[in-house]
């Protein structure tokens, strides 16, 4: 058998294993339905449409300040629902009682029991000067046309020297990615570290490593656990952006679907990278309870890598997610920060491809060495400097 | 035949193994014994390849052994190892499949041996479920499911109640009738003696006596005699060439000689005592002979 086939074999059990694990569909699960409620409860919740307020209107004058604000309420994000009142005192009892938000009196006043809210007044405003503009033109005996076309000159085409952001949106994508991302990396590449443990504590190694190579059984782990860790994502990511788009909280954009793509690309990266480690991790103890000493530091690296693509989400373009976005353990999370929020370019995106891949290689070499001189070694926990000085082990 | 010529490991300033020498014919059930330390586990892995020898060289058909070599033998590790939360089925299909199974084969392998193993009713359980004996039969199982040409077992009797041992025992010779050859280690040094053909006998890392169990306890023999003489006065044998000591085993005279000496010498001198009912050398147990050899 060759090498690839011993690979393939190994990948394979992991993944059927893993897989038909509970704690794996458990896990599946629970990140579904989380991702399914993020995904969905802005665009019910928050997005419920604009506040809607009632206005009474008393008085001949009012009417025309009335419709020009309800027009006008658009631009404020509210919206204005006129009811004729009898009189100032009827509007009165009414505000008092809370079945108006504000009443326009006379075309001149604007009555509310207390403040009114800033978009509500704003708008009535824009209506009152728009109501008195056509007053004062009509009097000068423009036609409607003409009134019209005066007070509704073409408004200013907006242009940024930076590319547009729809903000919140990429905020919201970004920080989804990046939570992914971590939560991913950091699964899965315990799960290796569990995976060399349990092969070392129950003694199967030594089976194993009679029949197949140790590069051969760490690469099939590996590969099986990060094909499933991939798959998992796709599930995710697929259902999250599908239930996203369709109930409104992401409006469909070409670069939301592009952002998919760029973050199940740095998967693989960034989990070949700390994969390896956490391989090497497992292999330093025989039992799990000493796992946590050994890969602790790992995750140290992984959850500052996190909190520093936090930052980045809001400061994308910044001397610290310049930096993180170009070592090697930050970039898989900054990278697709900077890229989402519009900040990265496809030159600091290929140049982190080569650092991650270079440095890959290298950990994965001196992953594998530990693995090999430490995965036979039972009893107390493998010190790193003995792993990688040299075999005269048991 | 597997021979193992002059292996020697050390770990750090231990000799695990010193220059430790003996073959293993096919066809064979090859006992492997000596005292704990003595450096069985160390050469059993070496034979795996688990571990790298600091000199000397294992061959297989007269060939050195290579990777895809190894894959046809079977190991049983000391230190038990199955993955106990995979399903017996599975786990023995996959080890099948590791040493070079296509998946159909190591399907029908896997089903075969649980049924030989008497595990029928546990194919689908979990290894973490069964007992510490059918665990055990299912260990075997792990070694055997790709029809190895060599089994290498350590201490693959230890912890099985006496109907295991009758099971794999059995299993056992069968694979040797196929022309297998089998080579186990044990301190069961009866269970060795009845089941095996041939035995090795190893101290502080090397060969101290080898052969076939006969041979060894004939080799022995020669060196203990029984005799019975009707009427004999006592002491008759004092004094005779060559003899260490003497010792009463009811009517009749245990003899111990030295290496050197001529059992003839006793019986002229048990003929001149009176009258011989009997003569001959005391077959050792394999046990003795441990003793015997492997004493500092």
New interface residues.
């Given amino acids: 058998?060759n090498p690839r086939g011993?690979i393939a074999?190994v990948a394979r059990?992991e993944i059927v294993?893993r897989g038909r694990?509970r704690s794996f569909v458990v896990s599946t699960v629970v990140t579904l339905v989380i991702i399914a409620l993020v995904a969905v409860l802005p665009g019910v919740i928050g997005g419920g449409g604009p506040e809607r307020y009632r206005v009474g209107v008393v008085g001949e004058a009012s009417p025309p300040v009335a419709e020009a604000a309800t027009a006008a309420a658009k631009r404020f994000e509210v919206e204005i629902e006129p009811q004729r009142v009898a009189d100032r005192a009827a509007a009165e009892r009414a505000l008092e009682a809370d079945d108006l938000d504000a009443a326009i009196i006379d075309g001149r006043t604007l009555l509310s029991r207390d403040s009114p809210p800033d978009e509500l007044e704003q708008a009535l405003q824009a209506g009152a000067q728009r109501a008195g503009s056509v007053s004062v033109l009509r009097e000068r005996g423009l036609s409607p046309t003409a009134i019209e076309r005066a007070l509704s000159p073409p408004a200013l085409a907006t242009r940024t020297l930076e590319e547009a952001g729809a903000g919140d949106e990429r905020r919201f994508v970004a920080l989804a990615a990046v939570l992914l991302l971590y939560v991913q990396l950091l699964t899965y590449g315990l799960w290796v570290a569990a995976g060399v443990v349990?092969?070392k504590a129950?003694?199967?190694?030594?089976?194993?490593?009679?029949?197949?190579?140790p590069r051969e059984l760490l690469a099939g782990k590996v590969i099986g656990l990060g094909l499933l860790g991939l798959a998992q994502l796709l599930l995710v990511v697929a259902v999250g952006a599908g239930l996203a788009l369709a109930s409104g909280t992401l409006e469909v954009e070409a670069s939301a679907l592009s952002t998919i793509g760029v973050v199940l690309l740095w998967f693989p990266l960034g989990y070949a990278l700390y994969a390896s480690m956490y391989a090497a991790a497992g292999a330093l103890v025989s039992r799990q309870e000493d796992l946590q000493s050994s890969s602790g530091p790992l995750t140290l690296i992984v959850i500052a890598s996190y909190l520093v693509s936090f930052q980045a989400i809001d400061d994308p373009s910044g001397g610290l997610a310049r930096i993180a976005s170009l070592v090697p353990f930050t970039a898989p999370l900054v990278q697709p920060v900077r890229l989402v929020t519009g900040e990265g370019s496809l030159v600091s995106a290929l140049a982190a491809v080569a650092i991650i891949a270079i440095t890959t290689l290298v950990i994965v070499r001196v992953a594998a060495t530990i693995y090999e001189r430490a995965v036979?070694r039972?009893g107390k926990p493998v010190r790193l400097r003995e792993a990688l000085r040299g075999?005269?082990?048991? | 035949m597997l021979e193992l010529e002059g292996l020697t490991r050390r770990y750090g300033s231990v000799t695990a193994l010193d220059g430790l020498s003996f073959n293993v014919p096919e066809g064979t059930m090859y006992g492997f014994v000596g005292p704990n330390g003595s450096g069985k586990t160390t050469a059993m892995r070496i034979v795996l390849g688990v571990l790298e020898p600091d000199s000397g060289a294992v061959r297989w058909r007269g060939a050195p052994i290579d990777a895809a070599g190894r894959r046809r033998f079977g190991y049983m590790p000391e230190e038990r190892g199955l993955y106990p939360k995979m399903r017996v089925a599975d786990q023995l299909a996959y080890m099948a499949r590791l040493h070079g199974f296509e998946a159909a084969a190591a399907g029908a392998s896997a089903d075969r041996l649980i049924e030989r193993l008497g595990l029928s009713e546990r194919g689908d359980a979990r290894v973490e479920e069964l007992s510490l004996g059918n665990q055990q039969r299912v260990q075997l199982g792990a070694a055997l499911a790709h029809e190895p040409e060599l089994l290498v077992l350590d201490e693959p009797f230890s912890g099985l109640d006496p109907d295991g041992v009758d099971v794999l025992a059995s299993v056992l010779r069968e694979r040797v009738d196929a022309g297998v050859a089998v080579v186990f280690s044990s301190h069961q040094l009866e269970l060795v003696e009845r089941l095996c053909d041939a035995v090795a006998i190893i101290a502080r890392g090397h060969l101290v006596a080898s052969g076939s169990v006969a041979e060894l306890r004939d080799r022995e023999a020669r060196r203990v005699l029984r005799v019975e003489v009707e009427g004999a006065p006592g002491g008759w044998a004092d004094g005779i060439d060559g003899v260490l000591g003497v010792e009463h085993d009811g009517d009749a005279l245990l003899v111990g000689l030295t290496e050197s000496a001529d059992d003839q010498l006793v019986l002229e001198a048990a003929r001149r005592a009176g009258r011989v009912r009997h003569f001959g050398p005391v077959r050792a147990t394999l046990a003795e002979v441990f003793r015997e050899t492997v004493a500092p």
Avoid: W
């Fill in positions: 058998m011993a074999l059990r294993e694990q349990e092969e129950s003694r199967v190694v030594e089976i194993l490593l009679a029949a197949i190579r036979l039972t075999p005269d082990g048991s």
